[in-house]
């Protein structure tokens, strides 16, 4: 899936070839936003579904390749895949088919992310992606479709207990085939809620001082510039109300 790049990164290849001197750069730092909706959350006898927003900036001056996005849920929130339709086709069947066909029913929201091609060269070339979140047994998936171009990943999200550790795959670190060519993540967006019945996606049990507290950690791997910590984290704040 990572062929249809080469026209896109010929020029920013030829000019890597060359040998480009890096220089070294800030640290990693990651920012960003958390909402829910409804604000109101329920109770432990009595959860809310939500549709919970986050938005993740990763600093583009410290030009990291992420390996991976790790988020945790707290004690006022839920995440579980439990009772919800599920997508069972594999990545290859949903990027051929496209998530509308191959598993609609298991949709869970919508979203978008930005990467540079080889951000410490001359030529950086920028890369945005529309994503889909698709509801998997005890995962979410990731559906990330580069505009412009036809390069389609799927990217999977491990649920264990209250964290969701999506991991991202080295066809997505370095997207064209046989070139030493990194990407850089700049950011990622998504919005996600399913319900069905009484089973919601992301629910709410509960507020704490107003608001949920979200941490969130990005691993970085060793690309031609590599970053002088192995990850950065930070904490989103959701506002709640009882």
Same mark, same amino acid.
């Given at each position: 899936?990572?062929?249809? $790049? ?78 919800? !339709?599920?997508?069972?086709?594999? @990545? ?24 540079? $091609? ?21 995962? +979410? ?7 412009? +171009?036809?390069?389609?990943? %799927? ?15 080295? @066809? %997505? ?11 850089? +993540? ?11 019945? !009484? ?28 970053? !002088? ?14």
């Amino acid at each position: 899936m990572r062929k249809p $790049l080469i026209a896109a990164g010929a020029a920013v290849l030829a000019l890597g070839a060359a040998g480009v001197a890096y220089a070294q750069n800030p640290a990693g730092t990651i920012s960003g936003t958390a909402s829910v909706s409804p604000s109101k959350a329920g109770t432990k006898s009595k959860p809310k579904s939500e549709k919970f927003t986050l938005s993740v900036k990763n600093d583009p001056a410290s030009k990291t390749s992420a390996d991976s996005i790790k988020i945790s849920f707290p004690s006022t929130l839920k995440l579980s895949t439990k009772g919800l !339709t599920q997508c069972t086709k594999s @990545d290859d069947a949903i990027v051929t088919q496209t998530p509308a066909k191959a598993c609609k029913g298991a949709i869970a929201g919508k979203g978008t992310a930005n990467a540079v $091609l080889d951000p410490g060269g001359a030529s950086p070339v920028p890369i945005h992606f529309i994503v889909t979140p698709i509801v998997g047994k005890n995962q +979410l998936l990731f559906y990330l479709a580069a505009q412009g +171009l036809a390069n389609k990943y %799927v990217l999977h999200g491990k649920i264990s207990g209250k964290t969701l550790t999506i991991a991202i795959t080295k @066809d %997505v670190q370095q997207p064209i085939t046989g070139s030493p060519l990194f990407s850089a +993540l700049i950011d990622l967006s998504s919005t996600l809620s399913m319900k069905k019945g !009484t089973n919601y996606l992301i629910s709410s049990t509960g507020c704490s001082g107003g608001k949920h507290k979200v941490p969130v950690t990005v691993g970085y791997v060793a690309n031609p510039t590599p970053p !002088t910590a192995p990850s950065a984290s930070t904490t989103l704040e959701a506002k709640c109300s009882k």
